[in-house]
């Protein structure tokens, strides 16, 4: 059991209602993570600023989420890869490269690859890439203004992984049928 307490809009800070009244828009709920952020203005309003403007970048819907569903396997972290295994689902990456990643593995497909091979190279090495990597992330067809964004969703997904690691908020059930537990160290 938690010592977190998952907010409703009612029992969150007022600072933190605006984001959990926009989540539940945009989801139809407010997912239990941001319910668990909500109790920290500072990291609930962080969050959201970021997110908005990840999902504003040149990147595609998929390849965001292929991204979010590696750092949070890449990071062990079960909420976040529920909840980004439905959504990659949702945006129309194929079954079969969302099941790679939720094993550790890659997708089939070339550039989501890519981006899964950067994102677990920056959170391994703590930012230090290798000019080859970068060159192979370039060769995919993707440019340095996109590196940069993947950073900015590595850094998304480090608020929710980290938040769900510590808070650990039980799964919606939306999201039960995508139940991933992190294999033993």
Partial sequence: MSDHTVHTIESAPAQSKPVLKQLQQAFGLIPNIAAAMATSPVLINGFIGLFERVHASSLTEP???????????????????????????KQGVRPADVDAMRHGGLPDDAGLAALSTLARALIDKRGRLAESEQSRF????????????????????????????????????????????????
Avoid: D
């Fill in 63 to 89: 390849q965001i989420q292929t991204l979010l569903l590696t750092n949070a396997v890449t990071n062990a972290s079960e909420w976040p890869v529920a909840f980004h295994t439905a959504l990659a689902l």
């Fill in 138 to 185: 370039f060769e995919a067809g993707f440019s340095p203004e996109q590196l940069l964004e993947v950073i900015a969703v590595v850094a998304a997904s480090t608020i929710t992984n980290y938040t769900a690691s510590v808070t650990k908020p039980v799964l919606e059930a939306p999201f039960e049928e995508f139940a991933w537990h992190a294999p033993a160290s």
